[in-house]
Protein backbone atom coordinates (compact mmCIF):
# COMPACT_ATOMS: atom_id res chain seq x y z
CA UNK A 1 0.00 0.00 0.00
CA UNK A 2 1.49 3.20 -1.17
CA UNK A 3 1.83 6.55 1.60
CA UNK A 4 -0.40 9.22 0.95
CA UNK A 5 2.48 11.45 1.83
CA UNK A 6 5.57 10.07 0.58
CA UNK A 7 4.52 7.13 -1.67
CA UNK A 8 6.64 4.27 -0.09
CA UNK A 9 5.18 1.76 -0.93
CA UNK A 10 6.08 0.03 2.41
CA UNK A 11 4.15 0.18 5.39
CA UNK A 12 3.02 -1.92 8.59
CA UNK A 13 0.07 -2.59 9.98
CA UNK A 14 -0.31 -1.01 13.27
CA UNK A 15 -4.08 -2.23 13.90
CA UNK A 16 -6.79 -4.34 12.76
CA UNK A 17 -10.38 -4.70 13.25
CA UNK A 18 -13.68 -5.65 11.06
CA UNK A 19 -15.57 -2.46 9.71
CA UNK A 20 -18.72 -1.23 11.29
CA UNK A 21 -21.24 -3.66 9.54
CA UNK A 22 -18.46 -6.43 8.88
CA UNK A 23 -17.99 -6.19 5.43
CA UNK A 24 -14.10 -5.04 5.28
CA UNK A 25 -10.91 -5.04 7.50
CA UNK A 26 -10.22 -2.06 8.54
CA UNK A 27 -6.35 -0.91 8.92
CA UNK A 28 -4.20 1.30 10.46
CA UNK A 29 -0.88 1.36 9.06
CA UNK A 30 2.35 3.12 8.94
CA UNK A 31 4.97 3.94 6.51
CA UNK A 32 8.32 2.68 7.16
CA UNK A 33 9.94 5.86 5.61
CA UNK A 34 8.09 8.61 6.87
CA UNK A 35 6.24 7.23 9.65
CA UNK A 36 2.82 8.81 8.85
CA UNK A 37 0.24 6.65 9.63
CA UNK A 38 -3.13 5.88 7.33
CA UNK A 39 -6.11 3.57 7.22
CA UNK A 40 -7.01 1.28 4.45
CA UNK A 41 -9.87 -0.67 3.74
CA UNK A 42 -9.57 -4.54 2.39
CA UNK A 43 -13.17 -6.33 1.36
CA UNK A 44 -13.74 -8.70 -0.63
CA UNK A 45 -13.84 -8.55 -4.62
CA UNK A 46 -17.80 -8.79 -5.91
CA UNK A 47 -19.37 -8.30 -9.28
CA UNK A 48 -19.62 -4.96 -9.65
CA UNK A 49 -22.47 -2.82 -8.97
CA UNK A 50 -23.74 -0.83 -12.19
CA UNK A 51 -24.84 2.91 -11.86
CA UNK A 52 -27.16 3.73 -14.72
CA UNK A 53 -27.18 7.87 -15.52
CA UNK A 54 -30.12 9.99 -16.37
CA UNK A 55 -28.73 9.40 -20.40
CA UNK A 56 -28.97 6.14 -19.92
CA UNK A 57 -25.38 4.89 -19.64
CA UNK A 58 -23.77 2.90 -17.13
CA UNK A 59 -20.92 3.00 -15.36
CA UNK A 60 -19.62 0.68 -11.91
CA UNK A 61 -20.72 1.96 -8.59
CA UNK A 62 -17.58 4.17 -7.54
CA UNK A 63 -17.70 4.80 -3.48
CA UNK A 64 -14.96 7.38 -4.56
CA UNK A 65 -17.94 10.00 -6.20
CA UNK A 66 -20.62 9.79 -3.40
CA UNK A 67 -17.76 10.33 -0.56
CA UNK A 68 -16.40 13.46 -2.93
CA UNK A 69 -19.94 14.97 -2.63
CA UNK A 70 -20.08 13.96 0.52
CA UNK A 71 -17.05 15.32 1.67
CA UNK A 72 -18.57 18.76 0.03
CA UNK A 73 -21.93 18.59 1.76
CA UNK A 74 -20.43 18.20 5.27
CA UNK A 75 -17.52 20.77 4.73
CA UNK A 76 -17.14 22.83 8.18
CA UNK A 77 -19.86 20.76 9.57
CA UNK A 78 -18.73 18.02 12.47
CA UNK A 79 -18.91 14.39 10.60
CA UNK A 80 -16.11 12.26 10.86
CA UNK A 81 -15.21 10.52 7.87
CA UNK A 82 -15.82 7.31 9.29
CA UNK A 83 -19.71 8.32 9.69
CA UNK A 84 -19.73 8.51 6.21
CA UNK A 85 -17.27 5.59 5.17
CA UNK A 86 -20.37 4.14 7.03
CA UNK A 87 -23.28 5.73 5.35
CA UNK A 88 -21.59 4.03 1.81
CA UNK A 89 -21.10 0.89 3.44
CA UNK A 90 -24.34 0.66 4.14
CA UNK A 91 -26.15 1.65 0.95
CA UNK A 92 -23.86 -0.99 -0.75
CA UNK A 93 -25.33 -3.35 1.84
CA UNK A 94 -28.21 -2.64 0.77
CA UNK A 95 -27.50 -2.99 -2.53
CA UNK A 96 -25.95 -6.39 -2.64
CA UNK A 97 -28.61 -7.92 0.09
CA UNK A 98 -31.22 -7.16 -2.59
CA UNK A 99 -29.27 -8.59 -5.45
CA UNK A 100 -29.31 -5.36 -7.12
CA UNK A 101 -26.82 -5.59 -10.43
CA UNK A 102 -27.97 -2.24 -11.26
CA UNK A 103 -29.29 1.13 -10.00
CA UNK A 104 -30.12 4.07 -11.53
CA UNK A 105 -28.32 7.13 -9.86
CA UNK A 106 -31.82 9.00 -9.10
CA UNK A 107 -32.58 5.97 -6.51
CA UNK A 108 -28.91 5.98 -5.38
CA UNK A 109 -29.22 9.65 -4.10
CA UNK A 110 -32.20 9.31 -2.79
CA UNK A 111 -30.24 6.55 -0.62
CA UNK A 112 -27.96 9.06 0.66
CA UNK A 113 -30.51 11.92 1.20
CA UNK A 114 -32.25 9.14 3.29
CA UNK A 115 -29.24 8.56 5.23
CA UNK A 116 -27.86 11.54 5.54
CA UNK A 117 -30.70 13.40 6.78
CA UNK A 118 -30.04 11.37 10.18
CA UNK A 119 -26.49 12.39 10.32
CA UNK A 120 -26.52 16.17 9.72
CA UNK A 121 -29.46 18.55 7.82
CA UNK A 122 -27.03 21.04 6.29
CA UNK A 123 -25.09 18.00 5.12
CA UNK A 124 -28.62 16.92 4.01
CA UNK A 125 -30.07 20.18 2.55
CA UNK A 126 -26.36 21.22 0.62
CA UNK A 127 -26.54 17.34 -0.97
CA UNK A 128 -30.13 17.51 -1.94
CA UNK A 129 -29.42 21.36 -3.69
CA UNK A 130 -26.98 19.66 -5.80
CA UNK A 131 -28.71 16.51 -6.61
CA UNK A 132 -32.21 17.78 -6.79
CA UNK A 133 -30.51 20.71 -8.74
CA UNK A 134 -32.91 23.41 -7.32
CA UNK A 135 -33.80 25.77 -10.38
CA UNK A 136 -34.09 28.43 -7.61
CA UNK A 137 -34.53 29.86 -3.92
CA UNK A 138 -38.29 28.29 -3.94
CA UNK A 139 -37.25 24.59 -4.61
CA UNK A 140 -34.72 25.16 -1.91
CA UNK A 141 -36.95 26.72 0.42
CA UNK A 142 -39.71 23.86 -0.17
CA UNK A 143 -36.95 21.51 0.59
CA UNK A 144 -36.51 23.00 4.24
CA UNK A 145 -40.28 23.08 4.64
CA UNK A 146 -40.32 19.63 4.05
CA UNK A 147 -37.22 18.68 5.93
CA UNK A 148 -38.94 21.08 9.13
CA UNK A 149 -42.24 19.26 8.47
CA UNK A 150 -40.94 15.59 8.44
Not at 3 to 14: F, R, T
Not at 55 to 78: C, P, W
Not at 84 to 105: A, H, K, Q
Request: net charge neutral; charged share 40%; with cysteine.
Amino acid sequence: MRCPKCGCEESKVVDSRPSENNDAIRRRRECIRCGTRFTTYERREEMPIMVVKKDGHKEAFDRTKIMRGLMVATIKRNVPLERLDGLIDSILSELRDSGTVEVNSQELGKMVLQRLVDIDKVAYVRFASVYRDFKDIDEFEEELRSLING
